[in-house]
């Protein structure tokens, strides 16, 4: 599972069984996450947590990282047997916002900021899953 961790929503994908493909799942009010991935993982099995690591282009962390490091801390007491791996999240919402183009989506499709956000959560959980390929 992956998770684009924003102050407003979060985007959130998952993979498949055999772990080859991610897919956008949702949009959660950032208030309403906990709740909501109590919920969805009392149902669906995840092993591992991708969340987005927020830096600016000189590599320092941006304004939201503190917030994000809280809710590891509340995930890891919730969820304890859920590994997690923070990843770089730069140029996700620009490539998740190409992606929607190159999809031919109408403007207000490619404008809707809950879409940008579970398109760069699966681009995230994309990206993880091709690099553990390799591994």
Do not use: C, H, W
Not at 1 to 14: H, N, Q, S
Not at 66 to 75: H, N, P, Y
Not at 105 to 123: C, F, G, H, P, W
């Amino acid at each position: 599972m992956a998770l684009d961790y924003g102050k407003k929503r979060v985007g959130i994908a998952l993979t498949d069984d055999l772990q080859i493909i991610g897919s956008g799942l949702t949009t959660v009010e950032t208030p309403a996450l906990m709740a909501f991935l109590e919920k969805l993982l009392s149902k669906e099995k995840v092993e591992t947590l991708v969340i987005g690591e927020p830096k600016k282009l000189n590599n320092e962390l941006n304004y939201i990282a503190q917030e994000i490091k809280v809710f590891i801390e509340k995930f890891k007491i919730k969820f304890p047997d859920i590994a997690i791996i923070s990843m770089d999240e730069r140029f996700t919402s620009k490539m998740a916002t190409q992606s929607i183009l190159m999809n031919g989506m109408k403007k207000k499709d490619r404008q809707n900021k809950a879409l940008v956000d579970e398109v760069s959560a699966t681009i995230l959980l994309q990206t993880y899953l091709d690099s553990k390929a390799f591994l």
